[in-house]
């Protein structure tokens, strides 16, 4: 996940089911929670994070810029 910003899953947490997830950092750079997505394999496809990664760093990271910015 550090090195690509993000991860996912294939049947890990559940049989049949795939995730793409990426960290929100708080305003300490730590990681605080992550934003993720889940379905069905055959829907998210064996790849799920080359088709869906940019939309879950995106989103988490502008979680991550808004509580950086209340301090």
Do not use: C, Y
Not at 1 to 10: D, E, K, V
Not at 17 to 41: D, E, M, Q, T
Not at 49 to 58: E, F, I, N, Y
């Amino acid at each position: 996940m550090r090195r690509r910003g993000w991860a996912q899953s294939l049947g890990e947490r559940e049989p049949g089911v795939a995730s793409v997830s990426a960290p929100i950092r708080g305003a300490n750079g730590k990681i605080f929670a992550a934003v993720s997505i889940s379905g069905p394999i055959e829907r998210l496809t064996r790849t799920p994070g080359r088709l869906h990664s940019l939309a879950v760093v995106t989103a988490a990271n502008r979680i991550s810029d808004s509580l950086k910015a209340r301090g």
